[in-house]
């Protein structure tokens, strides 16, 4: 196994970590992560040489760009909203916009889910800024850091001397996932929960 197979081995375990620990109580966190990790074991097969996986990572990475990250922010954004706490909800969420995007990159807009990946990561980091939750702030940054590797370093270059793109794009995403999927401090629990109540009333 190379390095960049070991890499999406940990993304994968950090996002099943975080499917089992937030599925019960905010599955719109839990499912982004569940795509993500589901990518990334395919991941683990490509970047070891199994030939087949290259097609079935690509579809199901473009799937998780457009609909894990929208999610993950919604979720995010409005922690009380039912896409948030609803299973049901969320998956029909994600389903809606998945589909939508792998449909028009199909027909031609190749750059959609990078599109709804870093308009994701703008929103995030804008909700992380006006709640001024540290953690979840580094979660933002890592996860902007993340895109803007790729977007900024060759696939064959190392930086650092030691990272390839791949591995600064897994292991950020890990830093991401851990740090906006961590449960909110005190602060931001009292307004969450109020937030919950709104919409539960609002039923």
């Known amino acids: 196994m190379n390095a960049d197979a070991v890499s999406d081995l940990m993304l994968a375990l950090v996002c099943g970590l975080v499917f089992a620990r937030r599925i019960r109580d905010l599955p719109g966190l839990a499912i982004p992560a569940l795509l993500v990790g589901f990518a990334a074991c395919i991941g683990v097969l490509r970047f070891s040489g199994v030939g087949f996986a290259l097609g079935p990572h690509r579809c199901a990475s473009l799937f998780a760009a457009c609909a894990a990250f929208p999610l993950l922010a919604y979720s995010l954004r409005y922690p009380g909203d039912p896409v948030a706490r ?70 064959e270059a190392r930086y650092f001397g030691f990272f390839t793109q791949i591995q600064g794009l897994h292991y950020l995403l890990c830093i991401a996932f851990a740090a906006l999927t961590a449960r909110a401090g005190t602060r931001q629990s009292a307004v969450n929960d109020g937030l919950a109540g709104k919409a539960e009333a609002g039923r």
């Open 86 to 155: 609803h299973f049901a909800a969320a998956s029909r969420f994600a389903f809606l916009l998945g589909g939508l995007g792998v449909a028009a990159t199909v027909v031609g807009a190749a750059k959609w889910g990078d599109a709804a990946a870093g308009l994701s990561a703008l929103v995030i980091l804008w909700t992380m800024l006006l709640a001024g939750d540290f953690l979840r702030l580094v979660g933002a940054i890592a996860l902007i850091a993340g895109f803007v590797v790729v977007l900024t370093i060759p696939p």
